[in-house]
């Protein structure tokens, strides 16, 4: 089971940017798609951005324009950079993944899961 470490949340105003990073403990680009997913409380988890292994990228709706999932330049490192944030962005985000190919967002599919960072936007 591949190993995720998030890091990057905080307390922003809302309007502010932040960026999400997540540690791999492999080269992501063999064999695992992955996603950012987030769950505020008394919430289901929402999935937020999506990478397959070929780089195929799909975002929900709600953070489309403002959001942006990437893979860092060694292959270990999945990024999640957020920009004009909103009161409604506020919600523990986890990095996941899943094995092979899936380009989309169904929480289900990813086997393997972060610890989780807090982001929190005041208005």
């Known amino acids: 089971q591949v190993q995720l470490v998030e890091s990057g949340g905080g307390s922003v105003q809302a309007g502010g940017s932040l960026r999400l990073s997540c540690a791999v403990a492999?080269?992501?680009?063999?064999?695992?798609?992955f996603a950012w997913f987030r769950q505020a409380p008394g919430k289901e988890y929402e999935g937020v951005a999506g990478i397959t292994y070929d780089d195929i990228i799909s975002y929900a709706d709600s953070v489309k324009g403002r959001f942006t999932i990437s893979k860092g330049i060694a292959k270990n490192t999945l990024y999640l950079q957020m920009n004009s944030l909103k009161p409604e962005d506020t919600a523990m985000y986890y990095c996941?993944?899943?094995?092979?190919?899936?380009?989309?967002?169904?929480?289900?599919?990813?086997?393997?899961w972060g610890q989780g960072t807090q982001v929190t936007v005041s208005s």
């Open positions: 492999e080269d992501i680009s063999l064999r695992y798609s």
């Open positions: 996941a993944a899943a094995p092979g190919w899936y380009a989309g967002l169904s929480p289900r599919r990813f086997g393997a």
